[in-house]
């Protein structure tokens, strides 16, 4: 079954560095979208991207996030100068294109997670 | 206010029974989506079942149903013959809008422990 895959996993940082997250999305899908979880709280969206653009952000996404999907494939999160308060777990989410309310075609599918340590 | 809800404290299910995790929506939008997502020990998000706003039979998938109540804005998921691994996390979560610039909000979760 196809997935989304998020690398890394895990990683540690010093607070005041860049940190990139990377993601391949399912091959066909058109949507993209980065969510967070702190330990222990709800998932929170951060972005949603579409057709090379970012199509919507929560009041999370301030200046030291961006997103960018350089090679068709990829889709990076990228924190210019993390805070120990940027410390949670993020996930990648794609959709395939589709109106209405058809089922397969509004099922986000989520990565496995990237958690990010600030220290 | 919160768009999802869920409210239920740590839930505990005795293996093989069934239990029902509660989840009550807002929105002011006549076409949406309500799906819930499970979230074991590992992390990751798994995606359960899906209801659309116009549905007008309640969904299943295999153990999982979602008992839709539209007139009380309710989508409440029942695991029926409950197994060790269904203990987890499970969110309720809303989508609203349609294209690109839909998203989904979610709750803030139910723990389930499954106990054998």
């Known amino acids: 079954e196809p997935e989304v895959t998020q690398t890394p996993s895990h990683q540690v940082t010093q607070m005041g560095q860049e940190v990139i997250l990377r993601c391949v999305p399912i091959?066909?899908?058109?949507?993209f979208y980065w969510y967070r979880q702190i330990l222990g709280q709800k998932v929170e969206f951060l972005v949603s991207?579409?057709?090379?653009?970012?199509s919507e952000k929560s009041e999370i996404f301030d200046d030291q996030f961006s997103v960018e999907r350089p090679d068709g494939s990829n889709f990076t999160l990228k924190i210019r100068s993390t805070k120990l308060e940027d410390s949670a777990m993020y996930f990648c989410?794609?959709?395939?294109w589709g109106t209405g309310y058809i089922s397969g075609a509004n099922v986000l599918t989520f990565g496995a997670g990237s958690r990010l340590t600030v220290l | 206010a919160q768009k999802i809800t869920q409210t239920q404290p740590g839930m505990f299910v005795q293996e093989k029974e069934a239990v029902t995790l509660d989840c009550t929506y807002d929105?002011?939008?006549?076409?949406?989506?309500l799906f819930w997502y499970k979230q074991p020990s590992s992390g990751e998000m798994i995606f359960l079942i899906y209801q659309g706003s116009y549905d007008e039979q309640n969904a299943t998938e295999g153990r999982y149903s979602l008992n839709f109540q539209k007139a009380r804005k309710s989508a409440n998921l029942v695991i029926s013959a409950s197994q060790l691994g269904d203990s987890a996390m499970y969110f309720c979560a809303m989508r609203e809008g349609t294209g690109a610039n839909s998203k989904l909000t979610f709750g803030k979760g139910i723990t389930l422990s499954v106990r054998p």
């Open positions: 989410a794609s959709r395939r």
């Open positions: 091959s066909n899908h058109l949507y």
């Open positions: 991207f579409y057709n090379n653009e970012i």
């Open positions: 929105t002011s939008d006549q076409s949406y989506g």
